[in-house]
């Protein structure tokens, strides 16, 4: 297994992975899968802020992981909104945990102060890994998506990831923190 920062020319394959989530299950609220450039339209728009993440397994992409904003409006901006899929047939292999772990390490180190995994119910094997990270539960928002013929409630955890300053300080980009981790030696 080979984790790895995800680009554009990933998005074929993220799309593969994600499809069957979003044509054959619940736990994607979308209702038709977004093809290749529309992946890769995605990861542009998180720009230098909004990390992706792959995992490899003999040279082929079986999961990834990402943030993505919390909430719109400015004052969320400290919150991130995180994301694991893995290829159908893989899970239960670590792949999602060894996504996660470097996912959440680099939020921690932009600076982000709150991670928020949204969890379409019941998932247990989703809730098992968000709370093996350190995520809590925060709320339930009750029957709020309608799919595959029935309503669908979302669970929402919640794990800190930096202490919260006052005033806070703007989320660093990725490039600075490789950069700062190139002049320490790491």
């Given amino acids: 297994m080979r984790i790895r920062a995800a680009s554009a020319e990933d998005a074929a394959a993220i799309a593969d992975i994600y499809r069957p989530y979003v044509a054959e299950s619940y736990v994607s609220f979308e209702t038709e899968p977004p093809d290749a450039a529309e992946i890769a ?4 728009a998180g720009g230098d802020l909004y990390p992706w993440f792959g995992a490899e397994e003999e040279g082929r992409l079986v999961g990834y992981a990402y943030a993505s904003p919390f909430r719109p409006r400015a004052a969320y901006r400290f919150a991130v909104e995180t994301t694991v899929y893995v290829r159908d047939g893989a899970h239960g292999r670590g792949f999602g945990a ?9 939020l921690e180190r932009q600076g982000f102060t709150q991670a928020i995994g949204a969890i379409s119910l019941p998932n247990p094997a989703s809730v098992r890994l968000h709370e093996r990270f350190g995520f809590r539960h925060a709320g339930t928002y009750a029957q709020v998506g309608w799919k595959l013929g029935r309503w669908h409630d979302v669970g929402l955890w919640q794990r800190p990831l930096a202490v919260p300053a006052e005033p806070p300080e703007e989320p660093r980009l990725l490039r600075h923190q490789a950069a700062a981790r190139s002049d320490q030696g790491l």
């Fill in 41 to 44: 339209r995605r990861m542009a």
């Fill in 98 to 106: 060894a996504l996660y772990a470097p996912l959440l390490e680099a």
